[in-house]
């Protein structure tokens, strides 16, 4: 059995294009999602996924209106294929129950994994670069040493609470806690000669 699924981005964009391309190749139930390719829950997609059985195929007018990324649309064909349902897509001419469709989509497959690997190359390289110029990534620390040495200076006076020298610095008492750990027992005050 042929199973649609069609779906435009917003209320006022029209299905009936591609709901007249699943009926033309013989879909006998076609699913409508309104909704953006970006959003992952998209509940008429999960009806139509539910609804095939074995030996089905779900059908698109085109691979875009399945998912957005390359990665999304893999998960989806893979986890299809684990419950030996067959995808096809009309504008791409890709069909997974054929052996020609299926090398085609190992083959996206395959570009999606040595893309993502070349994005991670790239980052890595981008990192070390930047360590080379002595530039660190992460944010800034929330407290310089200055701050960490008044902060200390005002611990020495009981009078004074964690809570008001981390508000005079500037920081929340977790913030300061992280940059002195052990509060006041970290400062040890010499006795008056």
């Given at each position: ?9 917003t209320?006022d ?5 591609q709901?007249?391309a699943?009926?033309e190749?013989?879909?006998e139930?076609?699913f ?9 829950d ?6 139509a996924?539910?609804?095939l ?5 779900l059908?698109?007018w085109?691979m875009?209106?399945l998912?957005?990324s390359?990665k999304?649309?893999?998960e989806?064909i ?16 890709i ?11 190992h083959?996206f497959?395959?570009?999606a994994?040595?893309e993502?690997s070349i994005?991670?190359e790239?980052?890595k390289?981008?990192?070390v670069?930047?360590?080379a110029r ?5 944010r ?6 200055n ?8 611990l020495?006076?009981?009078d004074?609470t ?5 508000s ?8 300061l806690?992280?940059h ?9 005050m010499?006795a008056?000669?």
């Amino acid at each position: 059995m042929l199973v649609g699924y069609a779906r435009v981005s917003t209320q006022d964009q029209n299905p009936e294009m591609q709901i007249d391309a699943l009926k033309e190749v013989g879909c006998e139930k076609i699913f409508l999602e309104k909704a953006s390719g970006a959003q992952r829950d998209r509940p008429a997609l999960l009806q139509a996924i539910s609804y095939l059985r074995e030996g089905d195929a779900l059908v698109v007018w085109k691979m875009d209106r399945l998912a957005r990324s390359l990665k999304q649309l893999i998960e989806t064909i893979e986890e299809l294929d684990k419950n030996s349902i067959g995808f096809r897509s009309l504008t791409e001419a890709i069909d997974t129950t054929t052996p020609g469709g299926k090398l085609i989509f190992h083959i996206f497959g395959a570009l999606a994994e040595f893309e993502r690997s070349i994005i991670r190359e790239r980052t890595k390289a981008g990192l070390v670069a930047a360590r080379a110029r002595g530039k660190i990534g992460g944010r800034p620390p929330a407290m310089k040493d200055n701050d960490i040495i008044a902060a200390k200076a005002l611990l020495a006076d009981p009078d004074i609470t964690v809570k008001e020298i981390a508000s005079r610095i500037g920081v929340s008492v977790a913030t300061l806690y992280k940059h002195i750990p052990a509060g006041r027992s970290a400062i040890t005050m010499k006795a008056p000669e």
